[in-house]
């Protein structure tokens, strides 16, 4: 077989801003190497698939991808690298014993693998390692927004989860790298900083150290640039709330949580083995809108969970009401091979579908009502991305989505007019001012 001088790579992300991290990796890798990177399949000697397993759909349509491609039309059928969690997890299945794998911890191998795999070999790299991560080269996919990894793996035991299959315990990177990182990342243009990991709120706790101190380091960082913190759970959250609380009140981060409650049954929640109650995440909301009312908590809300009653679901509806959350992560529930939930008899599917489309529509009509709002003002805006030609995302300090009409590229500051609210987002049009 012969390869190409300087082989193409193309690269597609499934999964969290995590594995966005990790393509980044490894773009930055290939073409430290001698590779080029291709925006699309067609014509591109090697595609990574950066796979994800957290959720049934998300895996389903990693395997639709990957056959998709092994069937490509012949003339064109470019060398194909599984990467990311599904290698790990999954690394003894025949289903994907033809492509070459790199696993979540490999990365530093891939240009060895898709040189080999352009030769017709096929290399399995999935072995759990601690090695740099930090200093690993990387291309931002967006010029304006630097992803960091604070730390790796959990330290808790799901009944539902497979991120330690995926990715292990947890391992936190060096405080020092990581403000290294964001310092560089401001210096050469990063206007938003996205702080990522299968858990932030363990960062820390296998150093002596914790997350509100990380945080208090990155806030004295000189620059023009704001901080969005990534999940953090609650039963680690309430170890340090109050730091955390004064740490996010610093004018570097967004007025932004993101608090995974799950469920508002405490029964649902022992079953799950999540490590708090629902009374614990009102305490976590309370605290943080006491410090900061502006505040946008997200949340994520797992329906049809072997266990759950009616009774929890609306336990579930309830909490989420009352707290009246803007942002609910949805999803249904989905067994996953080695997980212990996988082993409980599941819900009818009637029923789990049905719970799921209550949900949605209660959520959808709740966070409508927040967002109206905040229409009819004006608001400092950072646009983050154009989804569309002509179209801009933009976020405001509480990193609502703001949506733009005109030629705005990632980075820019904005004073923008609230006109109003469409789904999950604002509609803003600029008053012609940059935002201080």
């Known amino acids: 077989m012969t390869v190409p001088t300087r082989p193409r790579v193309h690269i597609e ?38 796979s994800c397993t957290v959720k049934s759909r998300t895996y389903h349509d990693v395997r639709k991808r990957l056959a998709d491609l092994s069937g490509s039309e012949e003339g064109h059928r470019p060398a194909v690298i599984l990467a990311g969690c599904v290698p790990r997890v999954y690394q003894h299945s025949r289903e994907f014993a033809n492509f070459a794998q790199l696993g979540p911890d490999n990365l530093a ?3 060895e ?28 996919r967006n010029p304006a927004v630097e992803i960091i990894p604070i730390n790796k793996g959990c330290l808790g035991s799901c009944t539902f989860c497979q991120t330690v299959i995926a990715r292990g315990r947890l391992f936190s990177f060096p405080d020092d790298e990581i403000v290294e990182r964001a310092a ?15 858990d932030c709120g363990a960062y820390g706790l ?16 000189p620059g023009d640039f704001r901080v969005r913190l990534g999940m953090a759970n609650p039963d680690l959250i309430k170890l340090y709330l109050d730091d955390l609380v004064e740490a996010l009140a610093h004018p570097r981060f967004f007025r932004f949580a993101h608090v995974p409650v799950q469920s508002g049954s405490d029964a649902v929640l022992r079953a799950m083995n999540r490590l708090y109650t629902a009374d614990d995440f009102r305490r976590i909301v309370a605290a943080l809108r006491r410090r900061l009312p502006d505040i946008t908590i997200a949340t994520d809300i797992i329906t049809g969970f072997p266990t759950e009653t009616e009774a929890d679901f609306e336990a579930s509806l309830a909490l989420v009401g009352e707290l009246r959350l803007p942002v609910v992560n949805r999803s249904r529930f989905s067994p996953r091979p080695g997980t212990r939930a996988a082993r409980l008899a599941p819900l009818p599917a009637v029923v789990s579908r049905e719970r799921s489309r209550r949900m949605a529509a209660f959520h959808r009509r709740l966070a409508g009502e927040l967002l109206r709002a905040h229409t009819n003002r004006t608001a400092g805006v950072i646009v983050e991305s154009n989804p569309r030609p002509g179209v801009a995302l933009a976020r405001d300090d509480a990193y609502r989505p703001v949506i ?4 705005f590229q990632p980075g820019e500051s904005l004073e923008v007019q609230i006109l109003g609210a469409e789904d999950f987002h604002l509609l803003g049009r600029p008053t012609g001012r940059s935002a201080q």
């Open 13 to 50: 992300t499934f999964g969290c801003t995590f594995n966005q991290s990790d393509s980044e990796v490894l773009a930055g890798l290939l073409v430290r190497a001698g590779f080029e990177l291709a925006d699309s399949p067609a014509g591109a000697d090697a595609v990574i698939v950066n």
């Open 109 to 111: 191998d891939a240009p």
């Open 113 to 140: 693998v898709v040189a080999r795999a352009l030769r017709g070999e096929r290399i399995v790299r999935v072995a759990r390692t601690e090695a740099p991560r930090l200093a690993l080269p990387h291309i931002r």
């Open 184 to 198: 560089r990342a401001a210096s050469t243009g990063a206007q938003i900083i996205c702080l990522t990991s299968q």
């Open 206 to 221: 296998d150093r002596g150290t914790n997350l509100p101190r990380l945080l208090r380091r990155i806030a004295e960082i």
């Open 404 to 407: 733009l009409r005109g030629p």
